[in-house]
């Protein structure tokens, strides 16, 4: 057997994966990542061991995720008798991101949801007695902890004789279980599109295996080793890591090994997509700026908001790593001062609160498309 070609091997993982048109960019900046990740072998049969990880890691994509959803949801969704259970009012998962919010938020700009078809759990009381069915949305079910502490407070509330669907695009097989284990007072029902298993029934070979176990070990919280509830799953949502896979994908708690899912990598590829861009294009925005927001705000202000537009679920702590400034000081009093002009918010991550200004940034975005001529409705950042 001749010696293997890395560079060849992450180009053939990649060619699997389901990526639109507008999401090619991603396999570079991918392919890298794996690169840099295979590294962590100190000899060619551990980056061997590393290389095969990858490959039985499960790729999804928020835009197929996101597209399961609006094609089923009318399936289960009856506008008459249906509520659409709102719990992101909960402790995220991360201070960066919430896909059932995102998910959520596709539903409602499709108009497949209606607004007022979405009802906080503490609110339930106040719901017609016309409503026989809630259902609860998620893209991943890990360890069905999360989705099982829903459904007791739907409990602890009283609130019987409703049937309770949820609905995931990945489950895995602890979380399903332990759904189906469950007892409640309301007839409850599980529908998902793909499951995932831990890494010991993924049918690979036990030299990998004991592999993988050796690096987990080293992972200095026990219970983070095998991911919470000790799921050892091995799943990627839009280059983010769950916190059920193992700690060998995302943990900054082994020494000397680099992540390959970092739990931020998501935001920060989008940041890279967009330093690129705008390096490129610097004369559009210093006309635009000239032109549209001068009055309004200086050059810094005008390019932080261009980091924070499109970018759902960037927060503070995150902004301060893109080392956008030249230091943390800087970043604070920027985002001070857009604060106090009220174009700036932090409820639960950094947003533009400004609609004026949203208005100029997508005029700006228009500019910016290469697509844009070609009436593609693409969005580069």
Known sequence: MGKINFDIECDKIIDTMKLKRYEQN????????ILRYIDNGSTLKEKEHILNLVKNISWY?????????????????????????DYTDEKKKSPYSNSTAEISHCLSASGIIMDDEFVKIKDLNTISNNIRTLILIDDFIGSGSSIIKQIKR?????????K????????????????EEYRSQNELSLYFEKLETSYLHKGME???IRY???????????????GYGECGSMVSINFVSPNNNLSMLYGKNIDDWDSLLDRNLNLIILRERKIKLLSRNQHILRNFYNNNVKSELDFDEFKLLLLIY???????????????????????????????????????????????ILRKLRNLDDSLNEDYKKKKNFKFY
């Not at 739907?154 to 409703?162: A, E, R, V």
């Not at 030249?326 to 639960?348: F, G, M, P």
Request: glycine content about 2%; hydrophobic content about 35%.
């Open 310 to 356: 499109n970018c759902s679920g960037i927060s503070e702590e995150l902004l301060k790593e893109f080392h956008f400034c030249a230091t943390i000081e800087d970043v604070n009093e920027l985002i001070d001062s857009l604060r106090r002009k009220n174009i700036l918010s932090n409820q639960y991550y950094l947003s533009i609160i400004d609609r004026k």
């Open 154 to 162: 739907i409990d602890d509330m009283g609130i019987k004789n409703k």
């Open 212 to 226: 993988i176990n050796k690096i987990c070990q080293r992972c200095k919280k026990s219970e983070l080793r095998y």
């Open 26 to 33: 991603k396999k570079e900046i991918l392919k890298n990542a």
């Open 61 to 85: 994509w928020n835009t197929q995720i996101t597209d399961y959803f609006c094609d089923t949801i009318n399936e289960h969704f009856n506008p008459m008798d249906t509520l659409i259970i």
């Open 164 to 179: 309770i669907i949820i609905l995931s695009y990945i489950c895995h097989s602890v979380g399903k279980q332990r759904i």
């Open 206 to 208: 036990k030299d990998l």
